[in-house]
T-cell receptor
Framework: AQSVSQHNHHVILSEAASLELGCNYSYGGTVNLFWYVQYPGQHLQLLLKYFSGDPLVKGIKGFEAEFIKSKFSFNLRKPSVQWSDTAEYFC??????????????FGKGTHLIIQP | DAGVTQSPTHLIKTRGQQVTLRCSPISGHKSVSWYQQVLGQGPQFIFQYYEKEERGRGNFPDRFSARQFPNYSSELNVNALLLGDSALYLC?????????????FGPGTRLLVL
């Protein structure tokens, strides 16, 4: 079964700092990759997704992620964070083909705190 | 369009009781998935339903069951509740085209088992 590893459980940054959150997955075949964000008191929202093609994908709120197949990685980046980016960030993978039979596999999440 | 809706938002039960959680997917989506999110962890896959049939099941005991109705809404049932079942239960509305699949999550039902 596939697994997802997020390297940083807690990250504290100051506003305007650059952000990179690491994500590695274990499956060697074709995957769909996702980053979800959970703001305080809100539900999981899709930040961005990768299916195929250009390995650099752009999402909402200025976030982007790069898929590096050789490293089984899908790191999330933002050049300049804002206080409103304080949230829990989850990396997730879906194995293809699979028809969704295994659902999404999530990492344990990274709690990001942005200090004003 | 309305997003994914779940009810109830919060629930308190005692050990041994049974609980039913409800979910309505995004209009036009025919598939739902259920996840359990324990505090401090990422969501864990429980079930997936498509066109009223179970298409996938995670590593959860038989106390967990689900079904999907003709209008694509879904129920998750948990019998003989244990303290460890306390969690946020998430429903996701699933959209798939060829090999591309996206899941959109509802606000969840927070279950506390005493």
């Amino acid at each position: 079964a596939q697994s997802v590893s997020q390297h940083n459980h807690h990250v504290i940054l100051s506003e305007a700092a650059s952000l990179e959150l690491g994500c590695n997955y274990s499956y060697g075949g074709t995957v769909n990759l996702f980053w979800y964000v959970q703001y305080p008191g809100q539900h999981l929202q899709l930040l961005l997704k990768y299916f195929s093609g250009d390995p650099l994908v752009k999402g909402i709120k200025g976030f982007e992620a790069e898929f590096i197949k050789s490293k089984f990685s899908f790191n999330l980046r933002k050049p300049s964070v804002q206080w409103s980016d304080t949230a829990e960030y989850f990396c997730a993978v879906n194995v293809i083909p699979g028809g969704g039979a295994d659902g999404l596999t999530f990492g344990k999440g990274t709690h990001l705190i942005i200090q004003p | 369009d309305a997003g994914v809706t779940q009810s109830p938002t919060h629930l308190i039960k005692t050990r041994g009781q049974q609980v039913t959680l409800r979910c309505s997917p995004i209009s036009g989506h025919k598939s739902v998935s259920w996840y359990q999110q324990v505090l401090g962890q990422g969501p864990q896959f429980i079930f997936q339903y498509y066109e009223k049939e179970e298409r996938g099941r995670g590593n959860f005991p038989d106390r967990f069951s689900a079904r999907q109705f003709p209008n694509y809404s879904s129920e998750l049932n948990v019998n003989a509740l244990l303290l460890g079942d306390s969690a946020l239960y998430l429903c996701a509305s699933r959209y798939q085209a060829l090999n591309q699949e996206t899941q959109y999550f509802g606000p969840g039902t927070r279950l506390l088992v005493l």
